[in-house]
DNA sequence: TCGCTCTTGTTACGATCCTTAACGGTAGCG
DNA sequence: CGCTACCGTTAAGGATCGTAACAAGAGCGA
Protein backbone atom coordinates (compact mmCIF):
# COMPACT_ATOMS: atom_id res chain seq x y z
CA UNK A 1 0.00 0.00 0.00
CA UNK A 2 1.70 3.12 -0.99
CA UNK A 3 -1.03 5.93 -0.91
CA UNK A 4 -4.39 6.34 -1.05
CA UNK A 5 -5.88 6.06 -4.47
CA UNK A 6 -7.48 9.34 -4.51
CA UNK A 7 -4.44 11.02 -2.99
CA UNK A 8 -0.94 10.65 -4.40
CA UNK A 9 -1.95 8.43 -7.23
CA UNK A 10 0.95 6.24 -8.06
CA UNK A 11 2.63 5.97 -11.49
CA UNK A 12 0.99 2.52 -11.07
CA UNK A 13 -2.57 3.54 -9.87
CA UNK A 14 -2.56 5.79 -12.90
CA UNK A 15 -1.65 3.16 -15.49
CA UNK A 16 -4.33 1.31 -13.82
CA UNK A 17 -6.97 3.56 -13.96
CA UNK A 18 -6.75 4.66 -17.37
CA UNK A 19 -6.29 0.90 -18.58
CA UNK A 20 -10.07 0.74 -16.58
CA UNK A 21 -11.08 3.65 -18.64
CA UNK A 22 -10.54 2.76 -21.92
CA UNK A 23 -11.60 -0.49 -21.30
CA UNK A 24 -14.81 1.27 -20.36
CA UNK A 25 -14.52 3.54 -23.71
CA UNK A 26 -13.97 0.31 -25.55
CA UNK A 27 -16.99 -1.12 -24.12
CA UNK A 28 -19.46 1.94 -24.17
CA UNK A 29 -18.06 1.82 -28.39
CA UNK A 30 -19.32 -1.68 -28.60
CA UNK A 31 -22.38 -1.27 -26.48
CA UNK A 32 -23.46 1.35 -28.83
CA UNK A 33 -22.86 0.01 -31.89
CA UNK A 34 -24.37 -3.43 -30.96
CA UNK A 35 -26.27 -3.18 -27.57
CA UNK A 36 -25.63 -4.34 -24.11
CA UNK A 37 -26.49 -7.59 -24.70
CA UNK A 38 -23.80 -8.46 -27.24
CA UNK A 39 -20.90 -7.00 -25.12
CA UNK A 40 -18.48 -9.71 -24.55
CA UNK A 41 -15.03 -9.84 -22.66
CA UNK A 42 -13.60 -10.81 -25.76
CA UNK A 43 -14.65 -8.25 -27.97
CA UNK A 44 -13.42 -5.42 -25.35
CA UNK A 45 -10.35 -7.93 -25.70
CA UNK A 46 -9.46 -7.52 -29.40
CA UNK A 47 -10.92 -3.69 -29.44
CA UNK A 48 -7.87 -3.55 -27.51
CA UNK A 49 -5.19 -5.93 -28.48
CA UNK A 50 -5.46 -7.95 -25.21
CA UNK A 51 -6.37 -11.38 -24.39
CA UNK A 52 -9.39 -11.90 -23.06
CA UNK A 53 -8.60 -12.94 -19.60
CA UNK A 54 -6.32 -10.12 -18.95
CA UNK A 55 -9.08 -7.89 -18.57
CA UNK A 56 -9.80 -10.27 -15.61
CA UNK A 57 -7.52 -8.13 -14.02
CA UNK A 58 -10.02 -4.89 -14.05
CA UNK A 59 -13.38 -6.53 -13.57
CA UNK A 60 -14.06 -9.32 -11.92
CA UNK A 61 -16.51 -10.54 -14.46
CA UNK A 62 -17.98 -9.55 -17.70
CA UNK A 63 -21.34 -8.74 -15.07
CA UNK A 64 -19.17 -6.17 -13.05
CA UNK A 65 -17.76 -4.47 -16.06
CA UNK A 66 -21.94 -3.85 -17.78
CA UNK A 67 -22.34 -2.69 -13.62
CA UNK A 68 -19.74 0.15 -13.76
CA UNK A 69 -20.58 0.67 -17.45
CA UNK A 70 -24.17 1.59 -16.03
CA UNK A 71 -22.72 3.51 -12.97
CA UNK A 72 -20.91 6.38 -15.71
CA UNK A 73 -23.64 6.04 -17.77
CA UNK A 74 -26.05 6.86 -14.88
CA UNK A 75 -23.75 10.10 -13.88
CA UNK A 76 -23.33 10.84 -17.47
CA UNK A 77 -27.25 11.20 -18.23
CA UNK A 78 -27.88 13.03 -14.85
CA UNK A 79 -24.40 15.31 -15.04
CA UNK A 80 -25.97 15.99 -18.82
CA UNK A 81 -29.08 17.04 -17.64
CA UNK A 82 -28.22 18.86 -14.29
CA UNK A 83 -25.59 20.96 -16.40
CA UNK A 84 -28.71 21.87 -18.88
CA UNK A 85 -30.97 23.11 -16.01
CA UNK A 86 -27.54 25.03 -14.91
CA UNK A 87 -26.84 26.94 -18.01
CA UNK A 88 -31.10 28.18 -18.27
CA UNK A 89 -30.90 29.30 -14.70
CA UNK A 90 -31.42 32.52 -15.86
CA UNK A 91 -34.85 31.72 -17.82
CA UNK A 92 -38.15 31.62 -16.30
CA UNK A 93 -39.86 28.45 -14.12
CA UNK A 94 -41.27 26.97 -17.39
CA UNK A 95 -38.35 27.09 -19.57
CA UNK A 96 -36.23 25.43 -17.38
CA UNK A 97 -38.40 22.33 -17.39
CA UNK A 98 -38.54 21.98 -21.10
CA UNK A 99 -34.45 22.48 -20.87
CA UNK A 100 -34.42 19.44 -18.64
CA UNK A 101 -36.58 17.02 -20.17
CA UNK A 102 -35.26 18.10 -23.40
CA UNK A 103 -31.70 17.32 -22.30
CA UNK A 104 -33.03 14.04 -20.55
CA UNK A 105 -34.36 13.32 -24.19
CA UNK A 106 -31.79 14.05 -26.35
CA UNK A 107 -29.13 11.93 -24.32
CA UNK A 108 -31.66 9.26 -24.48
CA UNK A 109 -31.35 9.87 -28.16
CA UNK A 110 -27.94 10.15 -28.57
CA UNK A 111 -26.93 7.10 -26.83
CA UNK A 112 -30.13 5.15 -27.18
CA UNK A 113 -28.40 1.29 -26.46
CA UNK A 114 -26.62 3.02 -22.67
CA UNK A 115 -30.33 3.99 -22.05
CA UNK A 116 -31.77 0.91 -22.56
CA UNK A 117 -29.16 -0.45 -20.30
CA UNK A 118 -30.27 1.81 -17.62
CA UNK A 119 -34.11 1.29 -17.46
CA UNK A 120 -34.93 -1.57 -19.40
CA UNK A 121 -32.14 -4.12 -19.52
CA UNK A 122 -31.84 -4.48 -16.02
CA UNK A 123 -33.15 -7.57 -14.28
CA UNK A 124 -36.20 -6.92 -12.20
CA UNK A 125 -35.52 -5.13 -8.76
CA UNK A 126 -31.76 -5.39 -9.51
CA UNK A 127 -28.91 -4.71 -6.83
CA UNK A 128 -29.57 -1.12 -4.86
CA UNK A 129 -27.61 1.03 -7.21
CA UNK A 130 -27.28 4.00 -5.33
CA UNK A 131 -24.99 5.62 -7.49
CA UNK A 132 -27.78 5.93 -9.92
CA UNK A 133 -30.25 7.50 -7.83
CA UNK A 134 -27.72 9.74 -7.00
CA UNK A 135 -27.63 10.78 -10.77
CA UNK A 136 -31.09 11.30 -11.56
CA UNK A 137 -31.33 13.24 -8.38
CA UNK A 138 -28.94 15.37 -10.14
CA UNK A 139 -31.63 16.55 -12.75
CA UNK A 140 -34.50 15.88 -10.22
CA UNK A 141 -33.08 18.92 -7.94
CA UNK A 142 -33.49 21.33 -10.66
CA UNK A 143 -36.68 20.03 -11.82
CA UNK A 144 -38.23 20.20 -8.40
CA UNK A 145 -36.71 23.71 -8.11
CA UNK A 146 -38.50 24.92 -11.23
CA UNK A 147 -41.70 23.43 -10.06
CA UNK A 148 -41.65 24.99 -6.49
CA UNK A 149 -41.21 27.93 -8.51
CA UNK A 150 -44.49 27.43 -10.81
CA UNK A 151 -47.02 25.96 -7.91
CA UNK A 152 -48.67 28.52 -6.35
CA UNK A 153 -48.56 28.38 -2.41
CA UNK A 154 -51.21 25.67 -1.39
CA UNK A 155 -52.99 24.24 1.81
CA UNK A 156 -51.67 20.28 1.74
CA UNK A 157 -54.54 18.37 2.79
CA UNK A 158 -51.83 15.92 4.30
CA UNK A 159 -52.64 12.45 3.25
CA UNK A 160 -50.37 9.16 3.12
CA UNK A 161 -49.19 9.97 -0.21
CA UNK A 162 -48.42 13.44 0.34
CA UNK A 163 -46.97 12.44 3.14
CA UNK A 164 -44.35 10.31 1.43
CA UNK A 165 -44.13 12.68 -1.06
CA UNK A 166 -42.41 14.76 1.49
CA UNK A 167 -40.67 12.39 3.09
CA UNK A 168 -38.57 11.65 -0.39
CA UNK A 169 -37.87 15.35 -0.87
CA UNK A 170 -36.66 15.56 2.18
CA UNK A 171 -34.30 12.85 1.50
CA UNK A 172 -32.78 13.58 -1.81
CA UNK A 173 -32.31 17.21 -0.31
CA UNK A 174 -35.59 19.11 -1.99
CA UNK A 175 -36.14 22.72 -0.67
CA UNK A 176 -37.69 22.44 3.05
CA UNK A 177 -40.73 24.03 2.14
CA UNK A 178 -41.38 22.37 -1.13
CA UNK A 179 -45.45 21.62 -1.75
CA UNK A 180 -46.64 18.03 -2.20
CA UNK A 181 -48.11 18.70 -5.47
CA UNK A 182 -44.45 20.35 -6.87
CA UNK A 183 -43.21 16.91 -6.00
CA UNK A 184 -45.87 14.57 -7.28
CA UNK A 185 -45.18 16.50 -10.63
CA UNK A 186 -41.23 16.25 -9.92
CA UNK A 187 -42.11 12.83 -10.50
CA UNK A 188 -44.78 12.17 -12.55
CA UNK A 189 -42.82 14.46 -14.94
CA UNK A 190 -39.97 12.23 -14.56
CA UNK A 191 -41.82 9.06 -15.77
CA UNK A 192 -43.23 10.98 -18.72
CA UNK A 193 -40.44 11.54 -20.05
CA UNK A 194 -39.42 8.66 -19.41
CA UNK A 195 -42.14 6.58 -20.75
CA UNK A 196 -41.82 8.70 -24.45
CA UNK A 197 -38.34 8.48 -24.47
CA UNK A 198 -38.55 4.77 -23.79
CA UNK A 199 -41.19 4.87 -26.57
CA UNK A 200 -39.72 6.72 -28.86
CA UNK A 201 -35.93 4.86 -28.46
CA UNK A 202 -38.45 1.38 -29.26
CA UNK A 203 -39.61 2.93 -32.63
CA UNK A 204 -42.68 2.80 -31.20
CA UNK A 205 -43.89 6.31 -32.85
CA UNK A 206 -41.51 6.01 -36.20
CA UNK A 207 -44.47 3.34 -37.18
CA UNK A 208 -47.30 5.73 -35.78
CA UNK A 209 -46.20 8.79 -38.05
CA UNK A 210 -45.50 10.79 -34.89
CA UNK A 211 -43.19 13.19 -33.93
CA UNK A 212 -41.46 12.23 -30.64
CA UNK A 213 -40.23 15.88 -30.38
CA UNK A 214 -43.78 17.47 -30.31
CA UNK A 215 -44.74 14.60 -27.93
CA UNK A 216 -42.84 15.66 -25.86
CA UNK A 217 -43.26 19.42 -25.78
CA UNK A 218 -47.06 18.35 -25.54
CA UNK A 219 -46.31 16.94 -21.97
CA UNK A 220 -44.11 19.76 -21.05
CA UNK A 221 -47.12 21.93 -21.50
CA UNK A 222 -49.06 19.39 -19.39
CA UNK A 223 -46.52 19.42 -16.94
CA UNK A 224 -46.13 23.09 -16.44
CA UNK A 225 -49.78 23.84 -16.35
CA UNK A 226 -49.98 21.43 -13.83
CA UNK A 227 -47.94 23.25 -11.57
CA UNK A 228 -49.76 26.52 -11.90
CA UNK A 229 -53.04 25.71 -12.14
CA UNK B 1 -49.07 -31.73 -48.62
CA UNK B 2 -52.44 -32.61 -47.13
CA UNK B 3 -54.11 -29.63 -46.55
CA UNK B 4 -53.81 -26.03 -45.56
CA UNK B 5 -52.94 -26.12 -41.46
CA UNK B 6 -55.79 -23.85 -40.64
CA UNK B 7 -58.28 -26.16 -42.01
CA UNK B 8 -58.07 -30.00 -41.58
CA UNK B 9 -55.10 -30.13 -39.17
CA UNK B 10 -53.60 -33.71 -39.78
CA UNK B 11 -52.29 -35.36 -36.80
CA UNK B 12 -48.94 -34.56 -37.21
CA UNK B 13 -49.73 -30.57 -37.56
CA UNK B 14 -51.85 -31.26 -34.31
CA UNK B 15 -49.12 -32.89 -32.24
CA UNK B 16 -46.25 -30.42 -33.93
CA UNK B 17 -48.56 -27.42 -32.67
CA UNK B 18 -48.88 -29.09 -29.39
CA UNK B 19 -45.04 -29.85 -29.25
CA UNK B 20 -44.82 -25.56 -29.97
CA UNK B 21 -46.65 -24.55 -27.79
CA UNK B 22 -44.90 -26.77 -24.58
CA UNK B 23 -42.11 -25.20 -26.02
CA UNK B 24 -43.55 -21.56 -25.40
CA UNK B 25 -45.11 -22.44 -22.23
CA UNK B 26 -41.73 -23.69 -20.51
CA UNK B 27 -39.72 -20.74 -21.85
CA UNK B 28 -42.41 -18.62 -20.57
CA UNK B 29 -41.82 -20.11 -17.62
CA UNK B 30 -37.98 -19.90 -17.92
CA UNK B 31 -38.29 -15.89 -18.59
CA UNK B 32 -40.67 -15.38 -15.82
CA UNK B 33 -38.23 -16.86 -13.27
CA UNK B 34 -35.05 -15.28 -14.76
CA UNK B 35 -35.45 -13.16 -17.46
CA UNK B 36 -34.92 -13.03 -21.09
CA UNK B 37 -31.56 -13.27 -20.84
CA UNK B 38 -31.32 -16.31 -19.60
CA UNK B 39 -33.30 -18.13 -21.86
CA UNK B 40 -31.11 -20.52 -23.43
CA UNK B 41 -32.16 -23.34 -25.89
CA UNK B 42 -30.54 -26.10 -23.73
CA UNK B 43 -32.54 -24.83 -20.45
CA UNK B 44 -35.87 -25.21 -22.33
CA UNK B 45 -34.80 -28.52 -23.70
CA UNK B 46 -33.94 -29.98 -20.37
CA UNK B 47 -37.49 -28.65 -18.76
CA UNK B 48 -38.42 -30.90 -21.47
CA UNK B 49 -36.57 -33.56 -21.46
CA UNK B 50 -35.35 -33.40 -24.75
CA UNK B 51 -31.56 -32.43 -26.46
CA UNK B 52 -30.76 -28.94 -27.15
CA UNK B 53 -31.18 -29.48 -30.84
CA UNK B 54 -34.15 -30.78 -30.81
CA UNK B 55 -35.67 -27.73 -30.68
CA UNK B 56 -34.29 -26.53 -34.03
CA UNK B 57 -36.79 -28.67 -35.54
CA UNK B 58 -39.71 -25.98 -34.32
CA UNK B 59 -37.73 -22.62 -34.00
CA UNK B 60 -34.62 -21.52 -36.56
CA UNK B 61 -32.90 -20.23 -33.18
CA UNK B 62 -33.00 -18.96 -30.09
CA UNK B 63 -33.72 -15.49 -31.57
CA UNK B 64 -36.69 -16.64 -33.40
CA UNK B 65 -38.41 -18.44 -30.25
CA UNK B 66 -37.78 -15.34 -28.15
CA UNK B 67 -39.33 -13.48 -31.00
CA UNK B 68 -42.54 -15.98 -31.31
CA UNK B 69 -42.80 -15.17 -27.44
CA UNK B 70 -42.86 -11.59 -27.69
CA UNK B 71 -45.31 -11.99 -29.91
CA UNK B 72 -47.35 -14.27 -28.02
CA UNK B 73 -46.54 -11.63 -24.77
CA UNK B 74 -47.82 -8.44 -26.90
CA UNK B 75 -51.17 -10.74 -28.14
CA UNK B 76 -52.09 -11.62 -24.46
CA UNK B 77 -51.29 -8.28 -23.01
CA UNK B 78 -53.65 -6.68 -25.70
CA UNK B 79 -56.37 -9.27 -24.93
CA UNK B 80 -56.13 -9.04 -21.17
CA UNK B 81 -56.54 -5.01 -21.78
CA UNK B 82 -59.33 -5.15 -24.33
CA UNK B 83 -61.11 -7.62 -22.04
CA UNK B 84 -61.02 -5.32 -19.06
CA UNK B 85 -62.40 -2.36 -21.33
CA UNK B 86 -64.93 -4.75 -22.69
CA UNK B 87 -65.99 -6.05 -18.59
CA UNK B 88 -66.27 -1.97 -18.18
CA UNK B 89 -68.23 -0.73 -20.96
CA UNK B 90 -71.35 -0.55 -18.71
CA UNK B 91 -69.65 2.39 -17.63
CA UNK B 92 -68.78 6.20 -17.63
CA UNK B 93 -65.90 6.95 -19.28
CA UNK B 94 -63.90 7.74 -17.14
CA UNK B 95 -63.97 4.68 -15.19
CA UNK B 96 -63.34 2.78 -18.48
CA UNK B 97 -60.05 4.83 -18.72
CA UNK B 98 -58.99 4.18 -15.29
CA UNK B 99 -59.93 0.54 -15.99
CA UNK B 100 -57.79 -0.02 -19.15
CA UNK B 101 -54.99 1.86 -17.49
CA UNK B 102 -54.76 -0.56 -14.45
CA UNK B 103 -54.93 -3.51 -16.54
CA UNK B 104 -52.14 -2.62 -18.46
CA UNK B 105 -50.32 -1.56 -14.93
CA UNK B 106 -51.85 -5.30 -13.35
CA UNK B 107 -50.48 -7.16 -16.29
CA UNK B 108 -46.98 -6.10 -16.26
CA UNK B 109 -46.67 -6.08 -12.27
CA UNK B 110 -47.36 -10.04 -12.73
CA UNK B 111 -45.40 -10.63 -15.76
CA UNK B 112 -42.58 -8.08 -15.25
CA UNK B 113 -40.17 -9.92 -17.15
CA UNK B 114 -42.43 -10.55 -20.57
CA UNK B 115 -42.89 -6.50 -19.97
CA UNK B 116 -39.50 -5.76 -19.92
CA UNK B 117 -39.10 -8.58 -22.94
CA UNK B 118 -41.56 -6.18 -25.02
CA UNK B 119 -40.25 -2.82 -24.39
CA UNK B 120 -37.06 -2.81 -22.90
CA UNK B 121 -35.04 -5.37 -23.86
CA UNK B 122 -35.97 -5.15 -27.90
CA UNK B 123 -32.93 -3.82 -29.72
CA UNK B 124 -33.26 -0.72 -30.82
CA UNK B 125 -35.44 -0.48 -33.89
CA UNK B 126 -35.85 -3.81 -33.85
CA UNK B 127 -37.56 -5.54 -36.75
CA UNK B 128 -41.46 -4.00 -37.64
CA UNK B 129 -43.48 -6.62 -35.71
CA UNK B 130 -46.92 -5.63 -36.59
CA UNK B 131 -48.40 -8.09 -34.16
CA UNK B 132 -47.26 -5.92 -31.26
CA UNK B 133 -48.43 -2.48 -33.12
CA UNK B 134 -52.04 -4.64 -33.26
CA UNK B 135 -51.93 -5.92 -29.82
CA UNK B 136 -51.37 -2.73 -28.43
CA UNK B 137 -54.49 -1.12 -30.58
CA UNK B 138 -56.54 -3.54 -28.70
CA UNK B 139 -55.92 -1.60 -25.64
CA UNK B 140 -55.61 1.80 -27.38
CA UNK B 141 -59.01 1.61 -29.20
CA UNK B 142 -61.24 1.11 -26.21
CA UNK B 143 -59.32 4.12 -24.55
CA UNK B 144 -59.84 6.16 -27.39
CA UNK B 145 -63.52 5.94 -27.61
CA UNK B 146 -63.53 6.44 -23.66
CA UNK B 147 -61.92 9.85 -24.61
CA UNK B 148 -63.68 10.56 -27.63
CA UNK B 149 -66.94 10.67 -25.19
CA UNK B 150 -65.15 12.88 -22.38
CA UNK B 151 -63.61 15.39 -24.76
CA UNK B 152 -65.94 18.04 -26.21
CA UNK B 153 -66.33 18.77 -29.49
CA UNK B 154 -63.78 21.41 -30.23
CA UNK B 155 -62.70 22.94 -33.19
CA UNK B 156 -59.26 21.66 -34.96
CA UNK B 157 -56.35 23.82 -35.67
CA UNK B 158 -55.44 21.30 -37.83
CA UNK B 159 -51.64 22.04 -37.92
CA UNK B 160 -49.52 19.29 -39.15
CA UNK B 161 -49.05 17.37 -35.72
CA UNK B 162 -52.60 16.78 -35.46
CA UNK B 163 -53.05 15.65 -38.77
CA UNK B 164 -50.43 13.15 -38.29
CA UNK B 165 -52.47 12.41 -34.88
CA UNK B 166 -55.37 12.11 -37.25
CA UNK B 167 -53.65 9.86 -39.54
CA UNK B 168 -52.36 7.75 -36.95
CA UNK B 169 -56.24 7.44 -35.98
CA UNK B 170 -57.45 6.63 -39.42
CA UNK B 171 -54.66 4.00 -39.72
CA UNK B 172 -55.45 2.35 -36.46
CA UNK B 173 -59.70 2.23 -36.93
CA UNK B 174 -60.44 4.42 -33.93
CA UNK B 175 -63.92 6.43 -34.72
CA UNK B 176 -63.81 8.32 -38.03
CA UNK B 177 -65.02 11.75 -36.31
CA UNK B 178 -62.78 11.56 -33.48
CA UNK B 179 -60.94 14.85 -32.36
CA UNK B 180 -56.49 15.38 -32.61
CA UNK B 181 -56.88 16.01 -28.40
CA UNK B 182 -58.56 12.79 -28.02
CA UNK B 183 -56.10 11.11 -30.33
CA UNK B 184 -52.80 13.15 -28.62
CA UNK B 185 -54.30 12.36 -24.90
CA UNK B 186 -54.61 7.83 -26.17
CA UNK B 187 -50.77 8.47 -27.22
CA UNK B 188 -49.91 10.29 -24.00
CA UNK B 189 -52.20 8.57 -21.96
CA UNK B 190 -50.57 5.23 -23.03
CA UNK B 191 -46.91 6.55 -22.48
CA UNK B 192 -47.32 7.98 -19.61
CA UNK B 193 -48.99 4.37 -18.28
CA UNK B 194 -45.81 2.71 -19.89
CA UNK B 195 -43.53 5.00 -18.10
CA UNK B 196 -44.62 4.55 -14.82
CA UNK B 197 -45.39 0.79 -15.55
CA UNK B 198 -41.56 0.72 -16.35
CA UNK B 199 -40.15 2.40 -13.68
CA UNK B 200 -42.37 0.62 -11.10
CA UNK B 201 -41.25 -2.64 -12.41
CA UNK B 202 -37.39 -1.43 -12.18
CA UNK B 203 -37.87 -0.84 -8.49
CA UNK B 204 -37.40 3.10 -8.82
CA UNK B 205 -40.85 3.94 -6.29
CA UNK B 206 -39.55 1.77 -3.76
CA UNK B 207 -36.06 2.98 -3.24
CA UNK B 208 -38.60 6.53 -3.12
CA UNK B 209 -41.12 5.06 -0.98
CA UNK B 210 -43.82 5.80 -3.28
CA UNK B 211 -46.59 3.85 -4.13
CA UNK B 212 -47.07 2.74 -8.02
CA UNK B 213 -50.91 2.65 -7.64
CA UNK B 214 -51.55 5.76 -6.39
CA UNK B 215 -48.77 7.18 -9.00
CA UNK B 216 -51.04 5.69 -11.91
CA UNK B 217 -54.60 7.36 -9.88
CA UNK B 218 -53.40 10.73 -10.15
CA UNK B 219 -52.23 10.14 -14.07
CA UNK B 220 -55.45 8.98 -14.89
CA UNK B 221 -57.01 11.88 -13.30
CA UNK B 222 -55.15 13.95 -15.32
CA UNK B 223 -55.68 12.71 -18.27
CA UNK B 224 -59.45 12.48 -17.84
CA UNK B 225 -59.10 15.88 -16.25
CA UNK B 226 -57.05 16.98 -19.77
CA UNK B 227 -59.72 14.95 -22.06
CA UNK B 228 -62.68 17.05 -20.14
CA UNK B 229 -61.22 20.63 -19.97
C1' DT C 1 -52.73 -53.94 -45.11
C1' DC C 2 -48.15 -52.61 -46.55
C1' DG C 3 -44.36 -50.00 -47.51
C1' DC C 4 -42.48 -45.56 -48.53
C1' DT C 5 -41.26 -41.20 -46.83
C1' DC C 6 -41.35 -37.39 -44.13
C1' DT C 7 -40.88 -36.01 -39.47
C1' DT C 8 -38.66 -36.10 -35.31
C1' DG C 9 -35.34 -37.03 -32.14
C1' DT C 10 -30.60 -38.50 -31.09
C1' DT C 11 -25.39 -38.06 -30.73
C1' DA C 12 -21.19 -35.88 -32.47
C1' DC C 13 -18.99 -31.81 -33.62
C1' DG C 14 -17.05 -26.95 -34.29
C1' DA C 15 -17.20 -22.31 -32.83
C1' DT C 16 -17.65 -18.75 -29.37
C1' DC C 17 -17.71 -17.14 -24.87
C1' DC C 18 -16.91 -16.85 -19.66
C1' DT C 19 -13.86 -17.81 -16.19
C1' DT C 20 -9.97 -19.96 -13.57
C1' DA C 21 -5.32 -21.59 -13.29
C1' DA C 22 -0.55 -21.62 -13.99
C1' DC C 23 3.30 -19.28 -15.82
C1' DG C 24 6.68 -15.65 -17.08
C1' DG C 25 8.28 -10.96 -17.88
C1' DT C 26 8.81 -6.38 -16.62
C1' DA C 27 8.58 -2.31 -14.39
C1' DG C 28 7.67 0.17 -10.20
C1' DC C 29 9.39 0.80 -5.68
C1' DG C 30 12.15 0.79 -1.50
C1' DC D 1 20.16 -2.58 -7.35
C1' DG D 2 17.27 -6.33 -6.31
C1' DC D 3 12.76 -7.71 -4.95
C1' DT D 4 8.13 -7.96 -5.45
C1' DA D 5 3.84 -6.96 -7.10
C1' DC D 6 1.50 -6.35 -11.05
C1' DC D 7 0.37 -7.38 -15.64
C1' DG D 8 -0.37 -10.06 -19.61
C1' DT D 9 -0.03 -14.52 -21.94
C1' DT D 10 -1.32 -19.36 -22.98
C1' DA D 11 -3.87 -23.53 -21.51
C1' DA D 12 -7.95 -25.54 -20.05
C1' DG D 13 -12.83 -26.52 -18.24
C1' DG D 14 -17.63 -25.68 -18.73
C1' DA D 15 -21.66 -23.82 -21.11
C1' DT D 16 -24.09 -22.44 -25.07
C1' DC D 17 -25.51 -21.85 -30.04
C1' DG D 18 -26.11 -23.93 -34.13
C1' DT D 19 -25.00 -27.68 -37.91
C1' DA D 20 -24.37 -32.31 -39.61
C1' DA D 21 -25.06 -37.00 -39.92
C1' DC D 22 -27.77 -40.64 -38.50
C1' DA D 23 -31.50 -43.73 -36.64
C1' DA D 24 -36.20 -44.79 -35.64
C1' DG D 25 -40.91 -44.42 -36.02
C1' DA D 26 -45.33 -42.98 -37.26
C1' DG D 27 -48.38 -41.04 -40.72
C1' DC D 28 -50.16 -41.33 -45.18
C1' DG D 29 -51.32 -43.04 -49.75
C1' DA D 30 -51.89 -47.02 -52.78
Redesign the pocket.
Known sequence: M?SASTDHP????R??QQ?IDEIKQRAFELVDADGAHEL????VGKAM??????L??YF????ALLEALVVDAYADLGSTVASAAQKGSDQEAPARVALIAQAWRRWALTHPRRYGMLFSDRSPAAQDPPEGVVAVNQGMLPLLAALREIAPPSSGTGGPFEESLLRWGKAIGAPADIMPRALRLGVLCWSRVHGLVSLEIAGAFDSMGLDGELLLAAEIETVVGQAGA
Open positions: STRRELRTSIASGMSPPAYRPSRE
